[in-house]
């Protein structure tokens, strides 16, 4: 092999390892400090147990408000040609870029008791801040832009002629997405949903600021760290950390085994 | 039957125009052209994926202008197959039948036996060669029975063994289903061997429409002449030499550079003069039938086959034909001197 090609695999092999370690290493280093004999303790603690299952949940309820209200718009950012098409897709990244506690000040404003949208909402039986709805908000905020721009590509990767075929073999344009465009999208979309999901997982600054009560786990880890230090906040944070890498982890296997 | 009436489209900055077209029952036609002249969007229109701006489009006698895709009993072949790669070979020909039952099956099985993909209707569409996967397209398309089969390009990625085998087992298909087909193709070969009309496009537009016989015979313009392979087209003018007779045409004398020929004309001015290379008599001395000889050198002797085509320079360049018996027979090697002899009827002004 000439010398410059394997001074350039040599190069590469040590900047992506660098990258390797500063991802791996402050996780197991964590795991190391923590013990396993926490993790046990952790799962002991209820105050634990009921912040991660409220985590999940939220963040579970949060990407499926995002495929709901976010696949229809991700389909039109694909394949439809509208005015208004560039800033809509600026708008739908819009909160990417807004640091989070930002994006919770901004929520609560706009859903807090005394604007119009959060005191109409109030009135009718649903409180938004410092209820779980709240949280699942913040989530839905932070989360849905990885979801739409995960689908969009999804559904850009089929090629529209495949809808017009079906459509001469009989389909009406919904039958032709469902049985067509939604199939060949959908390992796009399973894996847009998951990095929604694990993003909302992982929120803290907006839900802090709209819900701290009830706390979901990376709020709860907070509270202990600020109460009582590193021991206090390392056994919730391994096992907020071992259970979203497991849901993480087992979805992915499920979605190779289906593609095998 | 396919008919379009003054059908206008816009698709994006592309605009198909004034077209006007009939395919009767059970025809086959061919819209031949270049890439960009709009065949493609010809036959998105007739299937209903893009609606005219202005016009009417009839197919089976019913007015479906306004119809959807969904509803206009229409196949559809593209060039690059387009499979539902997520469905095996039976789910995909199954696709427009409507759910499994027995008669679908059986449909199905029919459909696979005629164009000989049986034996593959379990497998996943990866696993399948061109050749196959265009076959089971041309079965998923003819399945629902539908009166009106349009293909874009079918046999363009095709070596020519298999496009060969595909265009009989089509020629039989359409014969069996007694269905009207429309096929675009870039190759007026293509339409002499399959087609019962052709229409040939530029720009958005027919330039001309018939039997591909009295098309390539008769081509309207100088880009119909070249098109349809007429060999030799060359731009000059004609002057008359002598007067109309009663059906107005009149002898006249064809130049284009330092090239002379006496024609048949009927009308005077810049126009273009098509030498089918059949028709261009080769020899080693001048014929004494014919009122045009022309001394031409040898360039280039392509043999394909039976037929050699002869590139010669008579101050253009021209090409003309004989066969290989008899371009063997006069010896012909590049740098000889011959002449070549033509009819001033033959020769063709557009």
Known sequence: MPPRATATRLLIAGTSALLMLFIVGPLLRLVLEAGPMSLGRAFADGEVRASILLTLGCATAATLLGLLLGLPLAWALARRHFPGKRLVQGLVDLPVVVPHPVAGIALLLFLGRRSALGGTLAELGLEIVNHVPGIVAAMAFVSIPILVSGAREAFLGVDPRLEKVARTLGDAPMTAFRRVTLPLARRGIIAASLLAWARAVSEFGAVVILTYNPKVASVLIFDRFTTDGLPGALPAALALLLVALGVFLVVRLLQRGEGR | ?350
Not at chain 2, 162 to 174: A, F, M, V
Not at chain 2, 234 to 257: H, M, P, Q
Not at chain 2, 298 to 305: A, D, F, K, S
């Open chain 2, 1 to 350: 039957m396919i008919r379009l009436e003054l059908v206008t489209v816009r698709a994006g900055a592309f605009t198909l125009r004034d077209i006007s077209i009939e395919v009767p029952a059970g025809g086959y036609a061919l819209l031949i052209g270049p890439t960009g002249a709009g065949k493609t969007t010809l036959l998105e229109t007739i299937a209903g994926h893009q609606a005219p701006l202005t016009g009417r489009v009839w197919l089976h006698g019913e007015e479906v202008t306004a119809l959807p895709p969904e509803r206009r009993a229409v196949g559809f072949v593209y060039q690059d197959h387009l499979l539902f790669p997520h469905l095996s070979v039976a789910e995909n020909i199954g696709y427009g039948l409507g759910g499994r039952t027995t008669d679908n099956e059986r449909r199905t099985l029919e459909l696979a036996e005629l164009l000989g993909i049986a034996h593959l209707l379990g497998r996943e569409i990866a696993r399948l060669s061109g050749g196959e996967r265009q076959r089971v397209a041309l079965a998923r398309a003819l399945a629902p029975r539908p009166s009106v089969l349009l293909l874009d390009e079918p046999f363009a990625s095709l070596d020519p063994a298999t496009r060969n085998g595909l265009r009989r087992s089509l020629l039989e298909l359409q014969r069996r289903e007694r269905v009207t087909i429309l096929q675009v193709s870039h190759d007026f070969d293509e339409a002499l061997r399959l087609g019962d009309l052709v229409a040939v496009m530029a720009d958005g537009g027919i330039l001309q429409q018939g039997p591909p016989e009295e098309v390539f015979r008769r081509p309207n313009s100088a880009f119909v002449a070249q098109f349809t392979g007429a060999g030799n087209v060359l731009a000059g003018e004609v002057s008359a030499l002598g007067v109309a007779e009663e059906d107005g045409r009149f002898l006249a004398r064809f130049t284009s550079g330092p090239l002379a020929l006496d024609v048949v004309a009927e009308r005077t001015g810049p126009c273009h003069a098509v030498l089918r290379p059949e028709d261009l008599l080769v020899s080693r001395e001048p014929l004494p039938a014919g009122r045009n000889h022309l001394t031409a050198t040898i360039e280039r002797l392509e043999r394909v086959g039976p037929v050699t085509y002869i590139h010669c320079d008579v101050g253009r360049p021209v090409v003309a034909t004989v066969t290989t018996q008899g371009a063997e027979g006069m010896a012909l090697t590049p740098g000889d001197r011959v002449s070549l002899t033509i009819k001033a009827t033959a020769v063709l002004l557009v």
